[in-house]
């Protein structure tokens, strides 16, 4: 009843960059990790309260990858950006925040 919070705390499996060999973790930490998971956590909780079944979930996570693939088509058939916009949105200008400095 009312308002609820969720707080997902999630581990990064892979390292920071394709190449990355993650030799700063071990497999302890990352089986560990993966018994915590806050997805698979969340998905015990809901078949135990019986909100949902397993096909209603199964249907959902298929769902799920449906739209991811249709995305990653998009994103492979769309033409790539130009160089110039390489940083658009990466750095926000703050109009009110530069006014102050110019005072």
């Given at each position: 009843?009312?308002?609820?919070?969720?707080?997902?705390?999630?581990?990064?499996?892979?390292?920071?960059?394709?190449?990355?060999?993650?030799?700063?973790?071990?497999?302890?930490?990352?089986?560990?990790?993966?018994?915590?998971?806050?997805?698979?956590?969340?998905?015990?909780?809901?078949?135990?309260?019986?909100?949902?079944?397993?096909?209603?979930?199964?249907?959902?996570?298929?769902?799920?990858a449906r739209e991811i693939e249709?995305?990653?088509r998009y994103a492979e058939s769309s033409p790539?950006?130009?160089?110039?916009?390489?940083?658009?949105?990466?750095?926000?200008?703050?109009?009110?925040?530069?006014?102050?400095?110019?005072?």
């Amino acid at each position: 009843e009312g308002p609820s919070l969720l707080e997902c705390r999630g581990f990064r499996y892979y390292g920071h960059f394709q190449g990355d060999a993650v030799t700063y973790r071990t497999k302890e930490e990352e089986e560990e990790y993966r018994r915590r998971d806050p997805i698979e956590r969340f998905r015990q909780t809901v078949l135990s309260q019986g909100l949902l079944t397993e096909d209603e979930l199964n249907a959902i996570d298929e769902a799920v990858a449906r739209e991811i693939e249709e995305a990653v088509r998009y994103a492979e058939s769309s033409p790539m950006p130009s160089p110039e916009e390489c940083l658009t949105d990466v750095y926000v200008d703050y109009p009110a925040v530069q006014l102050a400095f110019r005072h």
